[in-house]
Each structure stands twice: as C-alpha cells, then as structure tokens.
C-alpha cells in the first residue's frame, strides 16, 4: 500500500478535561446529531442493531436509541468518554450499551451488526485499514458501514463558517478553529485516499460524497449468495 495511507498514526486519547471540553463543545452541533440519527434511521428495519465506533459523548448513538425501535452499542478507545456517554444515556433515559476499546480489534461476533457509524474519528485511528476490516467483520452479510470525518482540503474558511454557523461562544470557537487548524486537518483524508483504503479492505469498494466540510465514505458488505 502507499506509504502515506499505512503511515503510522495513534489514536487520539482523549482524556480527562479534554474529553470533557469535547464533550461540551461538541454538543452545539446536537441539531447535527439528531438530523445524522433520523437519516440512518431511515435506512434501518425495526429491530435492527447498529454499532457506533469511537462516539466520543455518545450524542448520535443516544438521539438513535430515542427512536426506540433499534438496539446501540458504542465503543471508544477513551474511558472518559465511554463514562460520560453512559452518564449520558443515562440522563437521556435510554439503553445503549458502550464499551472501551480499539476500532481495529472489535471485541464482537463476526455479524453482529447490520449498521456500523463512525463520525469525527476515523481520521485518529491507528490502524485504518484494521479498523475498515474490522467493520466488515462485524457487519451481517448486506450490511452498511458509514464513515463521516473531515475533507483533507477544506479550507479555513468553509471551516470559519462552520463554526460561526455551530453557535459556539468565543473562547469555543477560537479553540475549535485551533484544532482544525493545527491538528485535524493534517490527520484528515482524502477522498482519493479513502478510496484506496475501500478498495484495499475487505469491501472492495465504497461510495463516496461530499459536503462543506466533510466527507461521507458508504462501505456495503455483499450478501450471501
């Protein structure tokens, strides 16, 4: 593979009083969660079970398991994350079950799942290409896996407007913008890059869109024949 997509990477342990802010800032975009729940709800049958990977505060997972009619698990490589998105659910009155541990190494039955969502995160991961297997593992034949994370060339500007538009206070704000500036944009993606990972996965192949500053990556995994 090319060297800049097996570059090696850590994942982004978030915790303690980062974690926290994260959690805070982040739920300015609540809006944007529950718009993300309602359209993967949309795609699912009742009943069905969808995993979220790396759900930092749980925010999408828990505006999901609102619907009632879906079983949820997340699982994240922070333990203060996976506390405050139990205190989370909690608060919120619903179930959803979150565990620690590493997107590459999945600790579930292959199948078990027939959505798996990740959002914000893929960028940190350690092992990519792992954590895409992994994903189609997990997944029942016919499954979807959902990756939404940051454009590799957006510009600063499209990222001002974001977060203008997000309602953060300032000092939010400036923080928000530093961390795109100075660490998440580097970390992110292309999409030529996603498609490189796709097809050297286990899927194959994957479908890709755009939007102000983010990219949708829409992995299947094939049904039995």
């Known amino acids: 593979m090319n060297k800049e997509l097996s570059r090696d990477r850590k994942d982004s342990q978030m915790e303690g009083w980062v974690a926290r802010w994260y959690a805070r800032t982040r739920f300015n975009d609540i809006e944007d969660f529950r718009e993300q729940a309602a359209k993967v709800a949309a795609c699912l049958h009742p009943g069905a079970e969808l995993l979220e990977v790396a759900p930092g505060p749980g925010f999408f997972s828990i505006e999901l398991a609102k619907r009632g009619q879906f079983r949820v698990a997340g699982l994240d490589l922070s333990r203060t994350f996976v506390e405050i998105a139990r205190n989370n659910a909690e608060e919120a009155g619903v179930e959803v079950s979150f565990h620690h541990g590493n997107a590459a190494d999945l600790p579930f039955a292959d199948g078990s799942f027939d959505f798996v969502y990740s959002s914000a995160a ?20 016919g499954g979807t896996a959902l990756i939404i994370d940051l454009r590799k060339d957006v510009s600063m500007a499209e990222i001002d407007e974001y977060v203008r538009l997000s309602g953060r206070k300032a000092f939010d704000a400036w923080f928000t913008r530093q961390a795109f500036r100075h660490m998440l944009i580097g970390r992110a993606y292309t999409t030529d890059q996603f498609k490189a990972l796709a097809m050297a996965s286990k899927f194959g192949d994957c479908r890709i869109a755009t939007d102000s500053i983010g990219v949708e990556v829409t992995l299947t995994k094939p049904r039995l024949i």
């Not at 792992?130 to 593992?137: L, S």
């Open 122 to 141: 893929f960028k940190n991961f350690a092992d990519p290409l792992g954590a895409i297997d992994e994903m189609f593992r997990v997944l029942r034949p």
